[in-house]
């Protein structure tokens, strides 16, 4: 059996597509890049097979043996949303100050327990059952922070995957199911240059989407650019994340290397400012990972919604300023004011819309550029899109 992979591993959540060799369809999902390690596995709540098998993505429990792994770094593990739910102040996360996600083991542990929660999954839904174990072939990309990115860098995570073996035993209730996945590829790029293939492959790429990535630009310019104007145009590539803004800088398709860059910037930073904040204010009551926060963003019922939103606005005023100071001198010091359209995407483009759109869109009409705002729809999973298609086109193929 052979899977392709293609992997956005953020510091807020990991998104993921995965195809078979040969075999049309894919599937895009997504867990919280949050994990705790378990010293005994878990009481057994509910022992049917299939109820149990469509509610993993919910109780994803694992233990992992991997090569890749740092010493002592084996062992059972509750991965993303099941991670959040309890024991708060045991839940890792990756430290978004630090860097180096390549070193980290919070990535490979994510990547191996979602490639083999893929294929349980996937063989229950065409067998009915599930054997005892799986053997899986694999080609995988994914890609890492432009500020952190070298080619060395790059080369040392792709030899963690596939120097040695990776085993993950998937827990469904009483029964447990052992995933054997052995790295036949592995690719690891520059964060943010995926997703300009996302971007010229809109319409043929996204056929089930919503909204056209330039329906907004259009309207707004009075134009009728298609995507395939991209690969003609130099774009400025401000991709906001949790916790790291990449600033690429490309020729059509073509990344002008020495121009792109990266900053400790995002929703992530913000995130954190925030939680201290709301700490202080409930005179040190509250305890909350960066995932757990936006979860109470997100739910208005909570009962510090309002005040965790306040706190949230406050800390990404600060943030936002950051990312137009770093816009502005990149686009003159790297790029020389040589750049036909700015755009922006990314999660963090959600949050920070409203600090940062008018200010860009006025930049750009003072260096005769234009601003493309990626839709909300398609701003999430464009890095990833773009990295499924460069595994299908370019990487699984040999090409450079």
């Known amino acids: 059996m052979k899977i392709i992979v293609s992997a956005d591993i953020g510091n807020s959540e990991t998104k993921m597509i995965t195809r078979y060799d040969g075999v049309e369809g894919s599937e895009c999902f997504h867990q919280p890049s949050v994990i705790r390690k378990l010293i005994k596995s878990p009481q057994i709540a509910e022992t049917n097979l299939k109820k149990n098998v469509i509610n993993l993505d919910e109780n ?12 002592h770094s084996d062992g059972l593990y509750v991965i993303g949303k099941k991670a959040m739910q309890t024991d708060l102040n045991k839940v890792q996360n990756m430290n978004i100050k630090l860097g180096n996600k390549h070193k980290h083991d919070i990535p490979v542990i994510m990547i191996l327990a979602m490639i083999a929660r893929t294929v349980v999954k996937d063989e229950f839904e065409l067998n009915g059952a599930l054997e005892s174990s799986y053997q899986i072939d694999c080609d995988f990309v994914s890609a890492i922070p432009a500020s952190e990115f070298t080619f060395e860098k790059a080369k040392e995570f792709e030899k963690r995957l596939t120097k040695g073996d ?31 293939f996302a971007m010229v492959y809109d319409n043929e790429e ?15 310019y009075d134009e009728e650019m298609e995507p395939n104007d991209l690969l003609k145009m130099k774009i400025f590539h401000v991709d906001i994340g949790d916790g790291t803004t990449e600033y690429i800088y490309t020729n059509g398709v073509n990344p002008v290397i020495d121009a792109c860059d990266g900053e400790r910037r995002g929703v992530g930073h913000a995130t954190e400012d925030a939680v201290i904040m709301l700490n202080e204010m409930l005179q ?42 770093d816009t502005f001198e990149k686009i003159q ?39 493309l705002w990626v839709p909300e729809e398609l701003a999430v999973n464009l890095n990833v899109r773009g990295l499924d298609i460069l595994n299908r086109t370019v990487f699984s193929k040999n090409k450079k």
Do not use: C, W
């Open 60 to 71: 994803l429990i694992a233990h992992i043996t991997s090569s890749a792994l740092n010493r």
């Open 166 to 196: 990776h085993t993950v035993v998937i827990h469904l209730g009483d029964k447990k199911v052992m995933v054997g996945i052995n790295f036949k590829k592995a690719k690891i790029t520059q964060e943010g240059i995926p997703a300009i």
């Open 206 to 220: 996204n056929d089930d989407r919503k909204v056209s990535l330039l329906d907004k630009f259009n309207e707004v």
């Open 284 to 325: 040190g009551s509250f305890k909350s990972s960066r995932q757990s926060f936006m979860e109470i963003i997100k739910d208005k019922t909570h009962n510090l919604h309002s005040e965790a939103f306040n706190a949230l606005e406050a800390a990404k005023g600060t943030q936002a300023n950051e990312i137009l100071e």
């Open 333 to 371: 010091n790297k790029a020389g004011n040589s750049v036909d359209l700015i755009t922006v995407y990314g999660g963090g483009s959600i949050q920070f819309r409203e600090h940062l759109e008018e200010s860009l869109r006025d930049y750009a009409e003072t260096i005769n550029s234009k601003l």
